[in-house]
């Protein structure tokens, strides 16, 4: 059961993310990945305090948001993958900026996501 919420959580992780990448354009800077995964932090963040107890009697659930949607919706694979092509084409500067962006608004973001879940729990 837990390979089906975690398939479906996927299904629909994935869709968002195909459509929120469509409809930021990037330029030389990857911008929607890292909106992405930065909102994606975020919703981490709340869904694992917010929900805590809830997901503690419902794991399949947990799994299908976390995992499946949360899992989906982000992606380390563009980020390394956006990481290359600008090293490759000599934008090593945007390429370190976007690491150290990604990584520094990811944690801040999810950090905000958990203490707002937690707050409202």
Known sequence: MVYLAIFIGGAFGGGLRYL??????????????????????????????YFISYFKT?????????????????????????????????????????LILSMIFGFIFIAIGYKKGTIHS
């Open 58 to 98: 419902h794991p399949n659930i947990k799994k299908m948001i976390t995992t499946g949607f949360i899992g989906a919706f982000t992606t380390y694979s563009s980020l390394s993958l956006e990481t290359v092509v600008l090293l490759k084409n000599g934008h090593i500067i945007i390429a370190i900026l976007y």
């Open 20 to 49: 929120t990448s469509v409809m930021i354009h990037n330029t030389t800077f990857p911008l929607s990945t890292i909106i992405i995964n930065v909102l994606g932090a975020l919703l981490m963040g709340v869904m694992t305090s």
